[in-house]
């Protein structure tokens, strides 16, 4: 008989735990003792960015290839992708790792989208996942894997998280990068608008990126609001659509449902650049 792991165990408790997440989210609101340790234990020092879907920028341009340890030059009329950041990530670290499956869309059940297209984790701590969830892979493969998730519509998450860290026993927190495929309908951030306001701003909108969105073109059709934003920053006020600014993340899911360019997604010219500085902060990916 097969020993059981620390992941086992983990695997175990979040899959018996993972859809009561709302309910913890909402007690540690109520309870600040109570936000304080499960802060302590798993989100504290966390820092993740949601990127965009690259299909939506605004303007959408072709662009060359970032070319690694060389200058990103961005110009006003040249914008580079968000899906450039996980490449950069990618080419520069050492260490890659690609999950058999997304927990999330397993512990939900997910029925729209790929159980099978799970976390990509990059860094020295990838090292120590068990090889039960999932295997060391190439640059070129992880390249593979991102373009994937793009193409079934997934949507990027990428930077420090404790809670992976924790339940993945990779050691400090400092040395996972975590790149995350999420659905609408399944993502743990699912959760992020009922937390306390401290631990919810860990989990951003990419650097730079926001929605503008014109109220005179919309129709009320309800697209947008149906389980399409995953932190629920969009409302219906008299059939015409209203963004919580403080509650959108920048997914661009509305941007992609809306037919009728209600919603428009911007990021600045140096968002991408940026964004790749203040990662490289979090996780050095290049250490052995």
Same mark, same amino acid.
């Given at each position: 008989?097969?020993?059981?792991?620390? @992941?086992?165990?983990?695997?175990?408790?979040?899959?018996?735990?993972?859809?009561?997440?709302?309910?913890?989210?909402?007690?540690?609101? #109520?309870?600040?003792?109570?936000?304080?340790?499960?802060?302590?234990?798993?989100?504290?020092?966390?820092?993740?960015?949601?990127?965009?879907?690259?299909?939506?920028?605004?303007?959408?341009?072709?662009?060359?290839?970032?070319?690694?340890?060389?200058?990103?030059?961005?110009?006003?009329?040249?914008?580079?992708?968000? @899906?450039?950041?996980?490449?950069?990530? /990618?080419?520069? @670290? #050492?260490?890659?790792?690609?999950?058999?499956?997304?927990?999330?869309? *397993?512990?939900?059940?997910?029925?729209?989208?790929?159980?099978?297209?799970?976390?990509?984790?990059?860094?020295?701590?990838?090292?120590?996942?068990?090889? #039960?969830?999932?295997?060391?892979?190439?640059?070129?493969?992880?390249?593979?894997? *991102?373009? &994937?998730?793009?193409?079934?519509?997934?949507?990027?998450?990428?930077?420090?998280?404790?809670?992976?860290?924790?339940?993945?026993?990779?050691?400090?927190?400092?040395?996972?990068?975590?790149?995350?495929?999420?659905?609408?309908?399944?993502?743990?951030?699912?959760?992020?608008?009922?937390?306390?306001?401290?631990? $919810? &701003?860990?989990?951003?909108?990419?650097?730079?990126?926001?929605?503008?969105?014109?109220?005179?073109?919309?129709?009320?059709? $309800?697209?947008?609001?149906?389980?399409?934003?995953?932190?629920?920053?969009?409302?219906?006020?008299?059939? &015409?659509? *209203?963004?919580?600014?403080?509650?959108?993340?920048?997914?661009?899911?509305?941007?992609?449902?809306?037919?009728? $360019?209600?919603?428009?997604?911007?990021?600045?010219?140096?968002?991408?650049?940026?964004? /790749?500085?203040?990662?490289?902060?979090?996780?050095?990916?290049?250490?052995?």
């Amino acid at each position: 008989m097969s020993r059981i792991t620390f @992941s086992d165990f983990s695997v175990l408790i979040i899959k018996n735990t993972f859809k009561t997440r709302f309910l913890l989210a909402k007690a540690c609101k #109520k309870v600040p003792p109570l936000a304080g340790m499960v802060n302590k234990l798993f989100f504290e020092g966390d820092d993740l960015l949601v990127l965009p879907r690259d299909g939506i920028i605004n303007p959408p341009h072709k662009i060359e290839e970032i070319v690694i340890n060389k200058d990103i030059n961005v110009s006003q009329e040249d914008t580079v992708l968000p @899906s450039q950041i996980l490449k950069e990530m /990618i080419m520069k @670290s #050492k260490y890659h790792f690609i999950m058999n499956s997304c927990i999330c869309r *397993v512990c939900s059940d997910c029925s729209d989208y790929p159980h099978n297209l799970g976390c990509l984790f990059l860094g020295k701590g990838s090292k120590k996942i068990s090889p #039960k969830l999932g295997k060391p892979v190439t640059p070129q493969e992880a390249m593979e894997h *991102v373009s &994937k998730c793009q193409k079934a519509g997934l949507v990027h998450i990428v930077g420090r998280n404790k809670l992976d860290s924790f339940w993945l026993n990779t050691g400090p927190k400092e040395d996972l990068l975590t790149i995350c495929n999420c659905c609408p309908c399944c993502c743990l951030w699912k959760m992020a608008p009922d937390l306390p306001e401290n631990m $919810g &701003k860990s989990f951003a909108p990419m650097i730079g990126a926001r929605i503008k969105f014109n109220q005179d073109l919309c129709i009320g059709c $309800g697209k947008c609001g149906d389980n399409i934003c995953f932190v629920d920053a969009i409302t219906m006020d008299n059939e &015409k659509v *209203v963004i919580d600014i403080e509650k959108c993340r920048c997914c661009g899911r509305c941007v992609e449902v809306c037919s009728k $360019g209600v919603f428009i997604m911007e990021i600045d010219a140096d968002s991408v650049e940026n964004s /790749i500085e203040h990662i490289k902060k979090l996780v050095d990916v290049e250490l052995e």
